[in-house]
């Protein structure tokens, strides 16, 4: 592990890895997180793949991250794999179309304080942490300026006091980074806090570790989930059904005995999960442990991502074959973020 020194640990934006101190009592999942690539190269000879395939241009403006569990999962020798291409850095990235922009979904008219976002009448989404386990490529925070804007202790309390002056929210969002990066002290710490709001119903997490560290579940979490005032809802997000491990369904069944309400959301990629049968054997594998799909989301048009994107008529195509296929509850609601709306906006609701 001592290799790393030199890896960019902070870079300018988008989500930032682990802080490099760690004591020696560090829990397993921050040990993995220590232990994760940070170079794709690395990632690339593990697969058995050409270094050559990651370009050094794209990884320099977005930092590579991927953890060895989900590497793992990855196929070997396969260039293609939809795990290894959500991760890996290509020159495709530099291919900026009119409309694809640093923030694209409007976060910075959403500012509320510093850390609290505001878009939606009774919610208010808190960005407890620039970090995350793993880099997604097509992250629509990857510009987001994490280093004035992350919820750190010193704003807390400003974001709080906004919280408590709006007798209308109902329900307070963490999302990050990944708000599950925050340790179960602080976590703990936080919830009570947020519990404390008299008008708050529920508290929602919006967080991609049970996937992509799965090691992150761990028995005092759940503890602090199991005996939260609030109800607790959790959303998860896995974007192929090859993601949802033996080690994912277990942490999720931990997760699922707390009592939180378990959702997922999806970014629909292409090269990844474009296909209504990959998407179909997603909603299925997630029904199997406890999940329901929530959100299905078309690609919100940030910097550097654009050869993700899939043509809405072929996203509302997608969705036919789903509707087609699999009960109501099994198809996820297709939607698209654009700035200033009142909801997300359901796509294709009648078709
Ligand atoms: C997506 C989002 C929410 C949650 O919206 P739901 O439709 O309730 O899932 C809340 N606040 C912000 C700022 C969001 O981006
Ligand atoms: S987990 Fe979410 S916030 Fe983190 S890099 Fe992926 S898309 Fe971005």
New binding site residues.
Partial sequence: MGSKKNAPLYPDSGPRPFPPSLSPKAEVWQQELRAAFTRPAELLAFLGLDPDLADPAAARAFAFLVPRGFARLMRRGDAADPLLRQVLPLREEGWIPPGYTQDP?G?AQ?RDAPGL????QG???LVVTGACALHCRYCFRRHFPYAEEALIHDREQQALDALARDPDLT?V?L?GGDPLMLDDARLEELLKRLSALGQVRRL?L?TRLPVVLPSRIGPRLCTLFATSPLPLVI?IHANHPRELSPEVVAALAALRQTGATLLN?SVLLRGVNADPDCLAALSEALFATGVLP??LHQLDPVAGAAHFAVPPAEAGEILLRLRATLPGYLVPKL?Q?VPGAL??LPLFERL
Wanted: proline residues 0%; without cysteine.
């Fill in positions: 979904v976060d959403a976002l505001r878009k939606y919610r208010a989404l329900e969002i999302s929602r919006h959303v959301q929530y959100y939607v973020e909801s997300k």
